[in-house]
């Protein structure tokens, strides 16, 4: 990271989720109700664990924000977990003398099993406690207030459900991002949505979990954020490296990605032909690229597609071993969720968010946000750029 630097901390079951936001410019008007919002963006998807029904996540502001606008001091935040309740004794801070059964069947797919061994603790609830999605509420949050900055560039962010399972949206028409929103599951198409959702159903009823993809698109990126200069400025790295880190992800690909390798260089690649339209003397046709070149924005939308795996607690669980016996042992189950793509989209949106607040702080500087776009309006003066 470069300008912009965040953490959270936090367990699923604890008292809440804590995000400390460093580098955000002062002026930038914030509310409570504005990342709330995009926190319960982060809810509503199908096919989520009853627990989303308990959570209502309200973000409170602790510091970095005085009569409604940033002051440039760290930003940090507070939610609060509804169910710290249920779960005082489990997650109690104090040793209370209680015993409390240590979980020893390790689930596949999870940080249980590597958890335990990295840190020489008998028991997987410390592990999977933090390893949990829960942690994303936090992520969104930060995100939210990365999206407000973007918004004061004109910048714009959607995600959209591409697939659940093996059942691909169809998207031969314009995305409608008002109709995204309503969609239980973000998704654009509303012909495959039924399939999907009786998808989810079948899966749940069978004791099982779906994956699928998630695509973010976002509008009003200018051109010549990140660089090729060094690995670590390119932009579609950065991209790659925080959308990957979302619990679950397991694939990433910008504008093209995958398929296409399987085509010749001369339909890869986005002709450049003259305009009179627009601000530059040139424009593209298709945008095969996903709006990065050299590792660059090229002014063209960010298309960036997200593989998420079957959650990995299973209802019918898979097998394990008891690793107090050795012995053969289903893994653990408790609560969990069948389908988590939608909401992992509003996650990808984030952390997208979060890497392109970071690139433009960095290339306009500023530590007021008058500073930092009146570097914009004359970077964008600039002829050529
Ligand atoms: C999760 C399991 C479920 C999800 C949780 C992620 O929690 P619980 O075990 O309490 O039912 O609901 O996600 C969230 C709490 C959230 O806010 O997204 C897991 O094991 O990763």
């Known amino acids: 990271m470069g300008k912009l630097r965040f953490l959270t901390a936090g367990e699923s079951h604890g008292k809440g989720l804590v995000a400390i936001i460093e580098g955000m410019v002062a002026g930038l008007p914030l509310s409570e109700d504005f990342i709330s919002y995009h926190?319960?963006?982060?809810?509503?998807?199908?096919?989520?664990?009853?627990?989303?029904?308990?959570?209502?996540?309200?973000?409170?502001?602790?510091?970095?924000?005085?009569?409604?606008?940033?002051?440039?001091?760290?930003?940090?935040?507070?939610?609060?977990?509804?169910?710290w309740e249920e779960w005082r004794e489990t997650m109690s801070i104090a040793p209370h003398g209680k015993q409390i059964e240590p979980l020893t069947m390790p689930r596949p797919g999870h940080a249980d099993l590597a958890g335990v061994i990295k840190y020489d603790i008998d028991d997987i609830r410390p592990i999977l406690e933090r390893a949990s999605a829960r942690e994303t509420a936090a992520r969104v949050a930060v995100g939210a207030v990365a999206r407000r900055f973007l918004e004061q560039f004109g910048v714009v962010i959607h995600s959209h459900t591409v697939s659940i399972g093996e059942l691909q949206a169809v998207l031969d028409i314009e995305i409608d991002w008002q109709q995204v929103e309503k969609s239980p599951l973000r998704c654009a198409s509303t012909k495959c949505e039924k399939a999907m959702v009786a998808a989810i159903d079948r899966a749940k009823a069978e004791g099982d979990t779906l994956g699928g993809v998630f695509e973010i698109v976002v509008d009003g990126v200018p051109v010549g954020l990140g660089s090729h200069v060094h690995w670590d400025n390119r932009l579609d790295g950065r991209i790659a490296q925080a959308v990957m880190s979302i619990q679950a992800v397991k694939g990433v690909e910008i504008g093209g990605g995958f398929a296409m390798a399987a085509t010749k260089g001369s339909q890869a690649h986005d002709i450049i032909e003259p305009s009179t339209e627009g601000p530059f003397s040139w424009h593209r046709v298709t945008n095969r690229a996903g709006g990065i070149e050299g590792g660059m924005s090229n002014g063209q939308p960010i298309i960036v597609r997200a593989a998420v795996k079957p959650v990995a607690t299973l209802g019918k669980p898979s097998p394990s071993v008891d690793l107090r016996t050795g012995k053969v042992a289903k893994a653990h189950y408790e609560r969990s969720d069948i389908c988590v793509v939608p909401d992992a989209g509003i996650v990808g949106e984030a952390m997208v968010a979060i890497v392109l607040a970071d690139v433009m702080l960095e290339k306009f500087g500023g530590d007021h946000l008058r500073e930092t776009l009146t570097n914009y309006r004359a970077y964008l003066d600039v002829p050529g750029s």
């Open 39 to 83: 926190l319960k963006r982060r809810q509503t998807g199908y096919g989520r664990s009853s627990r989303m029904k308990i959570e209502q996540d309200i973000a409170e502001i602790v510091s970095g924000v005085r009569l409604g606008f940033t002051i440039g001091s760290p930003i940090s935040l507070v939610i609060r977990n509804r169910v």
